[in-house]
C-alpha cells in the first residue's frame, strides 16, 4: 500500500487491465464452446415425449433415432444440422486463430445470427412430416420430417444468442458490456419467441386450411358475419358480438371510473369514518379468481338467488333469467374491475399538489368552486387512464361472462367456443382474437400516446406542502352516499362466496354442510396420507406451476427493469414499448395464440407443464417490469456507476449493489406472480390437459357442470390460501422495515 | 509505461453528441501527471459530460482519450485505472463504510481480509478510523463525503474523479473540505480532475483551470492567468465577476498600453492590442472608494450592504453601473450619496 507515502511507479497497471480484458473476452467464448459442444454430444437435439427433466430417455436411447443428440443425428442423414455444427466449427476457429477484437467481434456476431437464422428457417420448413410447404417438396425433392426442436436444439438456440452478444461486444458495442449485451439478447430472444410469434402464428393461422394451405375462405367468411358486426341492436335488434363486446366495455369502463372516482374522494378527503378499511377493497381483484364474482352473484341475483327468491315471494313477480346476459356481466364487471380504478384514482387524486387547491381558496374561490375548477381539471388526465384501463379490462375479461354470459357471449368466450366447442373453426377464433386485439390495443395507444404528457398530478413535484382541500358539501354527501351503498354490496358478494360454501343446495336446500369441503379437500389417514378431495390434484399443479413461474417472472421482469431503466441502448424505448403492449394482449388471445403456435413443430410445447409456465411468465413480466422500474427509479443511478468505477462489471455491480437494495421489490414481483398464476382463467384455460389441470380451470369446470357447491368452496380456499400469503408477505416486509430502523437506531445511540 | 506518464490524460479531438445535441463541440486537452485540474463552467457546458467519458460512463462520438499514454476510449468503466467521487457520494446504503471502502478492492480480485485492511488504512488517510462498521446513514454529510473519497482513493487511480463534490455540503464545511482534499492530493501525488460550477472552489485546489462553455475550452490556464488575464468577457465574468467597461486604448509602448477609463487614465499590459475602442475588466477589488471631489471618477451611490468583514456598493458612474468592494471603512454609505472611485494598481486588465 502506498497510500500513506508518496506516489511510486508501481506494475503498469493498464497494460494489466488490457490483458485481463482480452483474457475475459476469450474465457467466456471458451466456456460458451465447450458448452455448445457437450450438448451437441450428449443433449437430445430434437424433443423428447416423455419430458426431457423426467430423464427416462437415457435409458431408451439405443432403440430411438429421435432422442439421440446432434452430432448423432448429422452422421445419420439430417443434413440440416450440417451447417450448425460448421458455424460452430468456423466460431471455433476464430477463437484459436484470431485475437480479440473489433474485426473477430463482427465475425462472431455474424455466425451468431447466421446460425440463429438458420434454426429458424430449417425448424419452420422442415415438419413431422416432411416440408411444409409443397414449393420446398418441388424445388429440392422430399425430405424425411423432423420432430420439435428439444433441449439440444434450444440450448443451440441460446449459444448462437450468446455468441452475436460476444461479438458485439468485442466489437465494443454498448461500451463492450458482454454482459448486458447478453442480457438483451436472451430477452429480446425471449419475447420474440413467446409473445411475438405466437401472435404471428394466430393471424397467419387465420389464413390457413385445415391442411396448412393458404387460403382467404375462413377469414373473409368471418369478416362480413353479421353474428360479429351487426348493429341492429340500435334498431331494436341483436347486435354482432364486436359491439356488444364494446358497447359493455365502454359500460364498464364508465361505470368503474365513476365509482373508483367517489371511493378515491371519500378515502382521502373526507371525514369518512372508515377510511382506512376502504384500501382494503383494493386487495380484492388481486385475490379473487375473476369469475368468482359472477359465481357469487347467481347466487344472489341469479334464477334460484337469494334477493330474487325474496323478491318474488314478496311481490308474486317473476324475474326470470335477466341475470344472464350483458346486464349481469356488467354488474360483475362492476363489482370486480373498480377496485382497479379505485387503487388508480387513489394516486391521481393525491398527486394534486395540495398547494394548487390552497392557491385557488386563497384567490377567493371557495370549496365547491375549487372543486370545480381546479382539482377535476387536473384530475382529467387521470380520469381518462382509469377509463382506458377499465376498458381494457373489461374487453379481456373471460371469467364473468364465461359465468354469465348465457346465450350472449363476448368476444372472448366466443374465441374459446369458436375452438373447444363444436364449430372448431379456428379462422374463427383467429379473426374474432384480432378484432379483440386491436379494440384493446387502440385502448393501449390512446393511453401511452394520447395521455403521455398530459399527466398534471406530479404538478409542483417534490417539496410541496400543505393540506388537500376537503369536499364541498354538496360533493361529499353523495360520493359517500354511493361508496357506502357499493361497498355494501361488495361486502355482500363476498360473504355469499365464503359463506355459499357451506349451504347443501343453494336455493332448495340451505341447510349447513361440510360436505362440499369434504369431497374437494377430503384426506384420508389409512396406512398414509391420501389425499381423497377431488380438488387436490388440480390444487397442488396449481401450487407446483405458480411456484415455478413466479422467481423465473420476477427474474426475467426485473431484469428488464434494469435494462429499460440504466441501460442505454439503441432501440430501447421500441423494446419498452413492446413489452408494455404485451399488456394490452388479452388473455384469450394469449391462450389461443399459444395453441396455433405451440402446437407443432419446432417448437411443440402443448399439453405440457413448460406452455403454463411460459404463459404465465410473458404475462406477468410486464408487471414485473413496471414494478422493477418503480423501484429502481429510487435508487439513485450514481450507485451503479459508483460500481462501475470502482472496478466491477456489470454483473457484480447487479448481484452485489442492485439486488441487494431491490429485496423488497423482488418479494413483491415474486408474491404477485405467484398470486396472479393462481387466479389466472383466460389464457389457462386454453393451455391445461388432463395431467396439468389448473385450479381456475377446474372450477369453471364444476360451474359449467353445475356443481356450485364445490365450485364455491374451493373458491373460498384460493381466496384464503391468497389472503395469507399476501398477509404473509405484508408483515415479513413490514417487520423487515421495522427491525432495520431499530437496528439503525441502536447503532446511531450507540 | 514509464512512471513519467502515469497518470497522464489526454483528450483527443473528442466529441461527443446525445441523439442530435452537441454536449461537446471538439476537446483537446493535456493533462500532467500530479496535476489537480478543474473543469469549470456553468450548467450544460459540457464539463460533468467530459469527466464521465474520461471515466468511462459515456462513450465519445469520436476521437481518442489516453489515461497513462494507454488507449482507453474503448474500455468500460470497470477497467480503467481510474475512480471516482460523486456528487451524490452514491454510498451502497446496504453496505457498511467499511465494505464501501472494501468493494473497489474486492471487484479487484483482493482477498476480503486483505481489502478490509486496506479500507480500514483508507479510512485512517481521511480521518474517519473506526467508524468502519456504522452505516452511511448513520454518518454525517461531510463524513460520508470523506468515505466516498477514501473508497476511491484506496484504490490507488491513476486519476481521481470529482464530480461537484462539495456542493452536497455546507458553506463552512465546503471549505475545509477541499483543502483536505487539495492536501491528499499534494501528498500522495495523484492525478486529479475536478468538477465544478463554483469560481471560488477552482480558484483555491487548482493547479491548472478549464473553463467550458457550450462543449468548448473557453480558456485553460492557472487560477493565476485566469484571473489577471481573462481572454473573453465570459471569463472575466466566470471567474471573479468583473465589470466589463468601454475603454479607449490610448497608445501602446513596449507591451504596457495606456487606457483611458471615462475620466481616468491607467496602465495596463497591453495583451497584444493596438490603439483604439476597448473593453476592461474590472475586479470588484479594482476600485477605492473615496469622499466625494477626490480624484478619479465621479458616481453615487446606487445600492449598498452590510456583509460583516466589507460592504458591496452598486454605484452609478460614467462607466456605467460598476459594483464594488469596500473593504476598509465600516459603515456603508447611504444610497445617493456622492463618491469617487479611484483605481487600485491590481484587478483591472484589458480583454482581448
Known amino acids: 500500500m502506498s497510500l500513506a507515502g508518496p506516489a511510486e511507479a508501481p506494475a503498469p497497471p493498464c497494460l494489466h487491465s488490457q490483458a485481463r480484458v482480452m483474457s475475459q473476452d476469450n474465457r467466456r467464448l471458451d466456456y460458451t464452446l465447450a458448452g455448445a459442444l457437450a450438448v451437441l454430444l450428449l443433449v437430445p437435439w430434437y424433443r423428447v415425449r416423455g419430458g426431457f427433466f423426467s430423464f427416462d430417455w437415457p435409458g431408451e436411447l439405443a432403440g430411438k433415432h429421435d432422442l439421440w443428440p446432434a452430432m448423432a443425428q448429422a452422421v445419420t442423414g439430417r443434413w440440416q444440422i450440417w451447417p450448425v455444427l460448421l458455424l460452430l466449427a468456423l466460431a471455433a476457429v476464430q477463437r484459436l486463430v484470431r485475437a480479440p477484437g473489433a474485426a473477430r467481434g463482427r465475425a462472431l456476431a455474424v455466425i451468431g445470427a447466421a446460425g440463429l437464422g438458420w434454426m429458424m428457417l430449417e425448424g419452420m420448413s422442415i415438419g413431422l412430416r416432411g416440408w411444409n410447404w409443397g414449393l420446398l417438396e418441388t424445388l429440392f425433392g422430399a425430405a424425411a420430417g423432423q420432430p420439435a426442436f428439444g433441449a439440444g436444439a434450444l440450448s443451440l438456440g441460446l449459444v448462437f444468442t450468446l455468441l452475436i452478444a460476444f461479438g458485439l461486444a468485442e466489437r465494443g458495442a454498448l461500451k463492450g458490456d458482454a454482459f448486458v449485451l447478453g442480457a438483451i439478447s436472451v430477452l429480446v430472444l425471449l419475447v420474440a419467441t413467446f409473445v411475438f410469434y405466437p401472435i404471428v402464428s394466430m393471424f397467419t393461422g387465420a389464413f390457413q386450411d385445415f391442411d396448412g394451405s393458404f387460403t382467404t375462405e375462413g377469414v373473409t367468411r368471418n369478416l362480413i358475419d353479421p353474428k360479429i358486426w351487426s348493429l341492429s341492436c340500435l334498431a331494436g335488434g341483436y347486435c354482432g358480438v364486436a359491439w356488444r363486446t364494446f358497447f359493455l366495455a365502454v359500460a364498464t369502463a364508465t361505470g368503474t371510473t365513476v365509482l373508483g372516482l367517489a371511493f378515491a374522494l371519500v378515502a382521502t378527503r373526507t371525514g369518512f369514518p372508515f377510511k382506512k378499511s376502504l384500501r382494503l377493497l383494493t386487495v380484492l381483484p388481486i385475490i379473487t379468481p375473476p369469475f368468482v364474482v359472477g359465481l357469487a352473484l347467481t347466487l344472489m341475483l341469479g334464477r334460484a338467488g337469494v334477493v330474487t327468491q325474496w323478491i318474488e315471494t314478496l311481490t308474486g313477480f317473476e324475474l326470470g333469467r335477466w341475470l344472464y346476459g350483458l346486464a349481469g356481466i356488467w354488474i360483475a364487471q362492476m363489482l370486480s374491475f373498480t377496485p382497479i380504478s379505485f387503487l388508480i384514482l387513489i394516486g391521481v387524486v393525491d398527486g394534486i399538489s395540495p398547494s394548487m387547491e390552497e392557491a385557488s381558496q386563497t384567490l377567493r374561490s371557495d370549496r365547491w368552486r375549487t372543486f370545480r375548477k381546479v382539482s377535476l381539471p387536473l384530475m382529467a388526465p387521470g380520469l381518462a387512464n382509469a377509463f382506458l384501463i377499465g376498458f381494457i379490462e373489461s374487453m379481456a375479461d373471460f371469467g364473468n361472462p364465461l359465468v354469465l354470459g348465457g346465450s350472449g357471449g363476448v368476444l372472448s368466450t366466443e374465441i374459446f367456443f369458436a375452438v373447444v366447442g363444436a364449430q372448431n373453426d379456428p379462422a374463427r377464433a383467429a379473426v374474432l382474437a384480432s378484432i379483440l386485439l386491436i379494440f384493446t390495443l387502440s385502448a393501449f395507444l390512446a393511453q401511452r400516446l394520447w395521455l403521455a404528457g398530459r399527466n398534471f398530478a406530479t404538478v409542483g413535484g417534490k417539496g410541496d406542502g400543505g393540506r388537500h382541500a376537503l369536499l364541498p358539501a354538496r360533493v361529499s354527501g353523495p360520493v359517500t352516499c354511493i361508496v357506502v351503498v357499493w361497498g355494501g354490496f361488495t361486502v355482500a358478494v363476498y360473504a355469499l362466496i365464503l359463506f355459499g360454501g357451506f349451504v347443501r343446495i343453494w336455493g332448495l336446500d340451505h341447510s349447513l354442510t361440510l360436505e362440499h369441503y369434504q369431497r374437494a379437500f377430503g384426506i384420508a389417514f389409512d396406512g398414509g396420507v391420501r389425499w381423497t378431495g377431488v380438488a387436490w390434484n388440480s390444487f397442488w399443479t396449481t401450487m407446483k406451476i405458480a411456484l415455478l413461474a413466479a422467481p423465473l417472472t420476477a427474474a426475467v421482469g426485473l431484469m428488464t427493469a434494469w435494462l429499460i431503466v440504466r441501460q442505454h441502448f439503441p432501440g430501447r424505448a421500441a423494446f419498452e414499448f413492446a413489452l408494455m403492449m404485451s399488456f394490452a394482449i388479452p388473455g384469450t388471445v394469449i391462450g389461443i395464440s399459444y395453441i396455433m403456435a405451440f402446437n407443432l413443430p419446432p417448437v411443440q410445447m402443448t399439453g405440457s407443464a413448460a406452455i403454463l409456465i411460459a404463459c404465465f411468465v410473458f404475462r406477468n413480466m410486464p408487471v414485473g417490469v413496471r414494478g422493477g422500474v418503480a423501484a429502481m427509479a429510487q435508487l439513485d443511478g450514481s450507485l451503479d456507476e459508483a460500481s462501475l468505477t470502482l472496478g466491477a462489471g456489470s454483473g457484480r455491480t447487479m448481484r452485489r449493489v442492485i439486488l441487494p437494495l431491490m429485496r423488497p421489490a423482488i418479494l413483491a414481483a415474486l408474491v404477485y406472480s405467484f398470486v396472479r398464476a393462481i387466479t389466472s382463467i383466460s389464457a389457462v384455460i386454453f393451455l391445461v390437459s388432463a395431467k396439468y389441470n389448473m385450479a381456475t380451470a377446474y372450477i369453471v369446470g364444476l360451474v359449467e357442470n353445475g356443481e356450485y357447491g364445490i365450485a364455491i368452496a374451493y373458491s373460498s380456499v384460493l381466496i384464503v390460501v391468497m389472503i395469507s400469503i399476501i398477509g404473509g408477505f405484508q408483515l415479513l416486509v413490514g417487520e423487515r422495515q421495522m427491525r432495520r430502523r431499530e437496528n439503525g437506531m441502536k447503532e446511531a445511540r450507540a | ?352
Open chain 2, 1 to 352: 509505461m514509464s512512471g513519467e506518464t502515469r497518470g497522464a490524460v489526454e483528450f483527443r479531438q473528442v466529441r461527443k453528441l446525445f441523439g442530435g445535441f452537441t454536449a461537446i463541440r471538439s476537446l483537446d486537452l493535456v493533462i500532467a501527471p500530479g496535476e489537480l485540474v478543474t473543469l469549470l463552467g456553468p450548467s450544460g457546458c459540457g464539463k460533468t459530460t467530459t469527466l464521465r467519458m474520461l471515466a468511462g460512463l459515456e462513450s465519445p462520438t469520436s476521437g481518442k482519450i489516453l489515461i497513462g499514454g494507454q488507449d482507453v476510449t474503448r474500455l468500460p468503466a470497470n477497467r480503467r485505472d481510474v475512480s471516482m467521487v460523486f456528487q451524490s457520494y452514491a454510498l451502497f446504503p446496504h453496505m457498511n463504510v467499511a465494505e464501501n471502502v472494501a468493494y473497489g478492492l474486492e471487484s479487484g480480485g483482493m482477498k476480503r481480509a486483505e481489502a478490509r485492511a486496506a479500507a480500514e488504512a483508507g479510512l485512517e488517510l481521511v480521518g474517519l478510523g473506526g467508524l468502519g462498521a456504522r452505516l452511511p446513514a448513520e454518518i454525517s454529510g461531510g463524513q460520508q463525503q470523506r468515505v466516498a473519497v477514501a473508497r476511491a482513493l484506496v484504490l490507488e487511480p491513476q486519476v481521481l474523479l470529482l464530480d461537484e463534490p462539495l456542493s452536497n455540503l455546507d458553506a463552512r464545511l465546503r471549505r475545509r473540505v477541499r483543502t483536505e482534499i487539495r492536501d491528499l492530493q499534494q501528498r500522495l501525488g495523484f492525478t486529479a480532475v475536478y468538477v465544478t460550477h463554483d469560481q471560488e472552489e477552482a480558484l483555491a485546489v487548482s493547479d491548472r483551470i478549464v473553463v467550458m462553455r457550450e462543449g468548448e475550452i473557453a480558456q485553460v490556464g492557472t487560477p493565476r492567468e485566469l484571473y489577471d488575464a481573462p481572454a473573453s468577457e465570459f471569463i472575466a465574468d466566470f471567474i471573479g465577476e468583473a465589470n466589463v467597461v468601454d475603454a479607449e486604448i490610448l497608445s501602446v509602448s513596449s507591451g504596457q498600453a495606456q487606457v483611458r477609463l471615462g475620466a481616468m487614465v491607467a496602465e495596463l499590459p497591453a495583451r497584444g492590442l493596438a490603439a483604439g475602442p476597448a473593453r476592461v475588466a474590472l475586479r470588484s477589488n479594482a476600485l477605492r472608494v473615496g469622499g466625494a471631489g477626490e480624484a478619479g471618477l465621479e458616481g453615487k451611490v446606487a445600492t449598498s450592504a452590510f456583509l460583516g468583514d466589507h460592504v458591496e456598493y452598486e454605484i452609478e458612474s460614467a462607466l456605467g453601473r460598476i459594483f464594488v468592494i469596500d473593504d476598509e471603512s465600516d459603515e456603508p454609505l447611504a444610497p445617493g450619496t456622492a463618491v469617487s472611485l479611484a483605481l487600485r494598481p491590481r484587478g483591472a486588465a484589458l480583454i482581448p
